[in-house]
T-cell receptor
Framework: DGGITQSPKYLFRKEGQNVTLSCEQNLNHDAMYWYRQDPGQGLRLIYYSQIVNDFQKGDIAEGYSVSREKKESFPLTVTSAQKNPTAFYLC?????????????FGSGTQLSVL | AQSVAQPEDQVNVAEGNPLTVKCTYS??????LFWYVQYPNRGLQFLLK??????LVKGSYGFEAEFNKSQTSFHLKKPSALVSDSALYFCAVSDSSGSARQLTFGSGTQLTVLP
């Protein structure tokens, strides 16, 4: 979707295990975002990054960690501290200034607990 | 705190009939309002956005949305529904910063267009 690649499409986590979701974009966008989607709920912001080597917590950051070492990449680690990790995870990037900002989404990763 | 309500979890409409997906919002100041569409196991796609100006906003795939400030609503509409319009639709609101960091999404409305 729009030059944002998320992998894997499906991921299974064992109890106590950390897992990392990949997000790569070739759109040359500065800002990147991670959202969590649960059935019957809207998207909730986990983390976002405006520039390389900088990221900020969103509304539900507990149990997650991110890095932004390259402009193109924004991996999300779901740690063992996240007790309810089963959800659909969406990565997005954006272009434009604040008033004209437009989000582009990847196809998502479905994370399930074994 | 800002919020978005999509009062209908499911909307069914016959192909060729007009469709409406409802959205109401609450935010301080002037709102930025968005509609996104999600097809199964895919990311969200941008449909349209209201910033200011005309209350009727035209977007992709023949969709439009009507902003009503007094009713704090931003309903999505299409004059003639297609089976391919069947998808999950999300309304979202941002405060006057317009920033994606401030976006609040509704819970989504599943639209099914029946042939």
């Amino acid at each position: 979707d729009g030059g944002i690649t998320q992998s894997p499409k499906y991921l299974f986590r064992k109890e106590g295990q950390n897992v990392t979701l990949s997000c790569e974009q070739n759109l040359n966008h500065d800002a990147m975002y991670w959202y969590r989607q649960d059935p019957g709920q809207g998207l909730r912001l986990i983390y976002y990054s405006q520039i390389v080597n900088d990221f900020q917590k969103g509304d539900i950051a507990e149990g997650y960690s991110v890095s932004r070492e390259k402009k193109e990449s924004f991996p999300l680690t779901v740690t063992s501290a996240q007790k309810n990790p089963t959800a659909f995870y969406l990565c997005a990037s954006s272009i434009g200034d604040r008033k004209n900002e437009k989000l582009f989404f990847g196809s998502g990763t479905q994370l399930s607990v074994l | 705190a800002q919020s978005v309500a999509q009062p209908e979890d499911q909307v069914n409409v016959a192909e060729g009939n007009p469709l409406t997906v409802k959205c109401t919002y609450s935010v301080s100041g002037n709102p930025y309002l968005f509609w996104y569409v999600q097809y199964p196991n895919r990311g969200l796609q941008f449909l349209l956005k209201y910033i200011t100006g005309d209350n009727l906003v035209k977007g992709s795939y023949g969709f439009e949305a009507e902003f009503n400030k007094s009713q704090t609503s931003f309903h999505l509409k299409k004059p003639s529904a297609l089976v391919s319009d069947s998808a999950l639709y999300f309304c979202a609101v941002s405060d006057s910063s317009g920033s994606a960091r401030q976006l609040t999404f509704g819970s989504g409305t599943q639209l099914t267009v029946l042939p």
